[in-house]
C-alpha cells in the first residue's frame, strides 16, 4: 500500500518535533548508563586516565565496610520513611477530601515543601535542628530538657534527615492520593451508608481497596527516590559524613568526587541500578495480589 505524500510528511515533521528530545536522552540518559557500565570495570588513576580491571571492583564489595554501613543506613531510611511517609499522606488525603473551610489554604500549606528547593529546606532544617541556638532545642529547654546534637550525634542523625524527608514528601503524594480518592464513586458510599456501614468500615472496605492502585504507584516511586538519597545528607551534614548516615548515593559521590575511584564509583551505581530494577520488578509481579483495580 502506498504512503500518501501528506502522511509522510507528518511523519517527517513527527520526527523533527522528536529529534531533540531522543537526543537529549541519548546523550543524557541512555549512554551514560552503559558508560557507566563499562567504567565498573576500571581502575582510574591520575589525569583521567584508567586501564581494565576486570571484576576488581565488584570484588572489592566483600571488604568494603563503608559500603555494608551504607546498605545498613539506606535499609532503615527505606523502611522507615516510606511507610511512615505513605500513611500520613493518606491520612491528611482523606481530611482534606472533606468539605470544611479553607481547604485550599490547607492544601496549598501542605504543598508547599514540594515547591521549595531542597537546599533552603535543608538549611532551614539544619537551623531548627542546630544544637545551640535552634528552635527544636529551645522549646526543649523551657521544658526542661537536654536537646541532643541532632546532626552530629550518631544516634539521632539519620532520624533527623528521615524526619525532614518524610516532611518534605508528604505534600506530593498527598496530592496524589487526593485525586486518587476523588476518582472513587460516590455511589460506593451511598450503597454503604444505605447497609448501614460506618466512617470506619467505608475506610477500609471501599477507600483503601479503591485507592490500593494509588498507593502503588507512591510505593513505587518512594522506594527508588529513598534508595538515591543524597540531598538532605549532603546539604545538612556535609561532605564529612558519619558511618551512621553515609547512604549508597554518598558513598558513590565520595568515591567518584572525594577520591576520584571513579571505576568503583561506577560499580556501586551499576549495583544500585540492578538493586532497584529487581526490586521494582518484585513489586510489579506481587501487586496482582493486593492492588484492586476498579
Same mark, same amino acid.
Given at each position: 500500500?502506498?504512503?500518501? %505524500?501528506?502522511?509522510?510528511?507528518?511523519?517527517?515533521?513527527?520526527?523533527?518535533?522528536?529529534?531533540?528530545?531522543?537526543?537529549?536522552?541519548?546523550?543524557?540518559?541512555?549512554?551514560?548508563?552503559?558508560?557507566?557500565?563499562?567504567?565498573?570495570?576500571?581502575?582510574?588513576?591520575?589525569?583521567?586516565?584508567?586501564?581494565?580491571?576486570?571484576?576488581?571492583?565488584?570484588?572489592?564489595?566483600?571488604?568494603?565496610?563503608?559500603?555494608?554501613?551504607?546498605?545498613?543506613?539506606?535499609?532503615?531510611?527505606?523502611?522507615?520513611?516510606?511507610?511512615?511517609?505513605?500513611?500520613? %499522606?493518606?491520612?491528611?488525603?482523606?481530611?482534606?477530601?472533606?468539605?470544611?473551610?479553607?481547604?485550599?489554604?490547607?492544601?496549598?500549606?501542605?504543598?508547599?515543601?514540594?515547591?521549595?528547593?531542597?537546599?533552603?529546606?535543608?538549611?532551614?532544617?539544619?537551623?531548627?535542628?542546630?544544637?545551640?541556638?535552634?528552635?527544636?532545642?529551645?522549646?526543649?529547654?523551657?521544658?526542661?530538657?537536654?536537646?541532643?546534637?541532632?546532626?552530629?550525634?550518631?544516634?539521632?542523625?539519620?532520624?533527623?534527615?528521615?524526619?525532614?524527608?518524610?516532611?518534605?514528601?508528604?505534600? %506530593?503524594?498527598?496530592?496524589?492520593?487526593?485525586?486518587?480518592?476523588?476518582?472513587?464513586?460516590?455511589?460506593?458510599?451511598?450503597?454503604?451508608?444505605?447497609?448501614?456501614?460506618?466512617?470506619?468500615?467505608?475506610?477500609?472496605?471501599?477507600?483503601?481497596?479503591?485507592?490500593?492502585?494509588?498507593?502503588?504507584?507512591?510505593?513505587?516511586?518512594?522506594?527508588?527516590?529513598?534508595?538515591?538519597?543524597?540531598?538532605?545528607?549532603?546539604?545538612?551534614?556535609?561532605?564529612?559524613?558519619?558511618?551512621?548516615?553515609?547512604?549508597?548515593?554518598?558513598?558513590?559521590?565520595?568515591?567518584?568526587?572525594?577520591?576520584?575511584?571513579?571505576?568503583?564509583?561506577?560499580?556501586?551505581?551499576?549495583?544500585?541500578?540492578?538493586?532497584?530494577?529487581?526490586?521494582?520488578?518484585?513489586?510489579?509481579?506481587?501487586?496482582?495480589?493486593?492492588?484492586?483495580?476498579?
Amino acid at each position: 500500500m502506498r504512503i500518501s %505524500s501528506k502522511r509522510r510528511s507528518d511523519w517527517m515533521w513527527a520526527y523533527i518535533m522528536i529529534t531533540p528530545l531522543m537526543l537529549g536522552l541519548l546523550v543524557f540518559y541512555i549512554w551514560p548508563v552503559f558508560q557507566t557500565f563499562y567504567f565498573s570495570f576500571t581502575d582510574w588513576g591520575s589525569f583521567g586516565k584508567y586501564t581494565w580491571s576486570g571484576m576488581a571492583n565488584y570484588k572489592q564489595f566483600f571488604k568494603d565496610k563503608d559500603l555494608l554501613y551504607a546498605f545498613r543506613n539506606t535499609g532503615i531510611y527505606i523502611i522507615t520513611a516510606v511507610p511512615v511517609g505513605i500513611i500520613l %499522606s493518606i491520612i491528611l488525603a482523606v481530611l482534606l477530601n472533606q468539605k470544611v473551610k479553607g481547604l485550599s489554604v490547607y492544601r496549598t500549606l501542605y504543598f508547599l515543601p514540594v515547591v521549595t528547593m531542597p537546599a533552603a529546606v535543608a538549611m532551614v532544617w539544619k537551623w531548627l535542628y542546630n544544637s545551640d541556638f535552634g528552635l527544636i532545642n529551645y522549646v526543649l529547654s523551657k521544658l526542661s530538657i537536654t536537646g541532643p546534637h541532632w546532626l552530629t550525634d550518631h544516634r539521632t542523625a539519620l532520624l533527623s534527615i528521615i524526619i525532614v524527608a518524610i516532611w518534605s514528601s508528604i505534600g %506530593s503524594h498527598m496530592i496524589i492520593f487526593l485525586s486518587g480518592l476523588q476518582g472513587i464513586s460516590e455511589s460506593y458510599y451511598e450503597a454503604a451508608s444505605i447497609d448501614g456501614a460506618g466512617s470506619l468500615t467505608k475506610f477500609t472496605r471501599i477507600t483503601l481497596p479503591l485507592l490500593t492502585p494509588t498507593i502503588f504507584f507512591v510505593m513505587v516511586t518512594s522506594l527508588i527516590g529513598a534508595f538515591q538519597v543524597f540531598d538532605y545528607i549532603y546539604m545538612m551534614v556535609g561532605e564529612i559524613v558519619m558511618e551512621s548516615t553515609q547512604s549508597i548515593v554518598f558513598l558513590y559521590y565520595k568515591y567518584g568526587f572525594l577520591k576520584n575511584a571513579k571505576g568503583y564509583a561506577s560499580s556501586i551505581a551499576v549495583m544500585l541500578f540492578i538493586i532497584i530494577m529487581l526490586i521494582t520488578y518484585i513489586q510489579m509481579k506481587i501487586q496482582k495480589k493486593w492492588v484492586h483495580y476498579e
